[in-house]
């Protein structure tokens, strides 16, 4: 069984998804630590709650960018993780880090990338008059919110839909989409080769990454 570490910065909702998909065994794997950087962060309450352990990393404890990630790269390393989910993790990572878990690090972005990278996705979203919006499941590079897609989300933007209902429809997909794709990448059926994904077992047709449609 697919040993998973998530790291987190807020509610921890996705991380959630996640944990009660592998106790009811639709994820074959098993979350074995939810680590923030945030020491006020609310999924480590959710995680708690679940029996999963936690570990809190909080940045401000160190006096470098550098040195927060040794610490928290060493502590992945002492982990053995099979696959690290970023989800609502809002650090930058370097390239040092990411070069050591680049085939194993994937990340929730909350757009149609390379649409919206960074924050505010939303509101762009609504600002643009955009048709659609939703959401990214990537392999992590050195590049924001720019690594190897694995997935989108996608709903339809309802005429002056205002931001909050927006949000909730995107949280909506994320614990759809999010768990689905950890379960293929659990079950081997994604992977990253060199700079590009595989799939096994997945018919992604013309296109070369998994989208999904919801109405919701």
């Given at each position: ?90 650090r930058v990572l370097g ?55 694995i997935a989108q989300g ?63």
């Amino acid at each position: 069984m697919k040993k998973i570490a998530i790291l987190i910065s807020g509610s921890g909702s996705n991380a959630q998804a996640i944990i009660k998909a592998c106790n009811s065994n639709i994820i074959a794997g098993k979350v074995i630590i939810v680590i923030s950087n945030n020491p006020n962060a609310y999924g480590l309450i959710r995680a708690a709650k679940l029996g999963i352990e936690t570990k809190i990393i909080n940045h401000n404890n160190f006096n470098s960018r550098s040195e927060y990630e040794d610490v928290l790269e060493n502590f992945l390393i002492s982990l053995k993780p099979d696959l690290i989910v970023l989800a609502g993790f809002m650090r930058v990572l370097g390239d040092k880090i990411i070069n050591k878990f680049s085939n194993k690090m994937i990340n929730l972005h909350p757009s149609l990338l390379p649409l919206y990278p960074g924050l505010n996705t939303h509101s762009k979203a609504i600002a643009n008059n955009d048709s659609k919006h939703g959401i990214s499941i990537h392999f992590v590079s050195s590049n924001l919110d720019a690594g190897p897609l694995i997935a989108q989300g996608v709903i339809q933007i309802n005429n002056n839909e205002k931001i909050e209902k927006l949000i909730e429809r995107i949280h909506k997909i994320e614990h759809l989409l999010l768990p689905e794709i950890v379960n293929e990448l659990c079950a081997n059926n994604i992977s990253l080769v060199g700079d590009n994904v595989k799939f096994n077992n997945i018919d992604v047709k013309q296109n070369k990454f998994i989208i999904r449609n919801y109405e919701i």
